[in-house]
């Protein structure tokens, strides 16, 4: 199905058949959007880009704003678009979709409200794979698990705000754990000012940069029983000059530092 401008509103369940049931952005300002609906369910839908680029300022393929109950189930979204999936303000559940080929991200949650992002496949962004962030430092208390995630490159460059497998900025109380993460360019979790941070049971190997990183402004991180393997270095907890305390890190393993060559 050729489609383009699709307003989602309450209650929109659309579903179809594994494997068979695409979506093709045809051109313009957005694909598909949903703002202010309470209940919104995808499931089972292939959604990709034919190459078109959105002209407007939607920040995803697939882009939801205020959406109390977001379910977006067992759909694979590729494209080059800005992210794959940008959520803003939505709480709810997004879970064995396989999302790739994003320019920045693919998956953005900005000021979520109790959401969680669980069994994904996420790899080959230009940028990052999944960032949990806040506009305003508060609490946050995304869940991060189960996530596979590898070949996150960072074609914009910086400092480590690109090139990560999960950045959270200025969400408290996010939950990263038991995610397999590899082939990063810089981190496979990095944390600024995400207070009340938990880092836990992550697998992760071939990092270019710090493995784990917790950094800015922070009251509380634990970093526990996670496992390094090839990073160019394990973990670290620094740049406390913004008032960071309380990080806690334990139980970790942090085998054969190695640095490597960083993607192109």
Partial sequence: YMVSGIELP????ITGIPGQTRLVFSGGSFMMRGRGARR???SNLAIGGA??????????RLH????TDARIENCTIVGRSENGLA???VSGLVQDCEISHAEQAAIFANDSKGLEISRNHVHDCAN??????RSIEGEDATFVKGNRIHDIAARDGGSGQNGNGINI???GSVIVSGNRITDCEYSAVRSNAGSNCQIISTSCARMGEVALYAEFGFQGAIMANNLVEK????????NFNDVCRLPVCRGDLIRVPQARTRLS
Wanted: aromatic share 8%.
């Fill in 40 to 42: 919104v369910s995808l």
């Fill in 64 to 67: 939801l704003e205020g959406v």
């Fill in 231 to 238: 990073a160019a270095a394990g973990i670290s907890i620094t």
């Fill in 10 to 13: 309450d209650n929109t369940t």
């Fill in 87 to 89: 959520l803003y303000g």
């Fill in 169 to 171: 900025f200025r969400a």
């Fill in 128 to 133: 990052n794979g999944i960032l949990v962030w």
């Fill in 51 to 60: 190459g078109n680029r959105i002209t407007g300022n939607a920040a995803g």
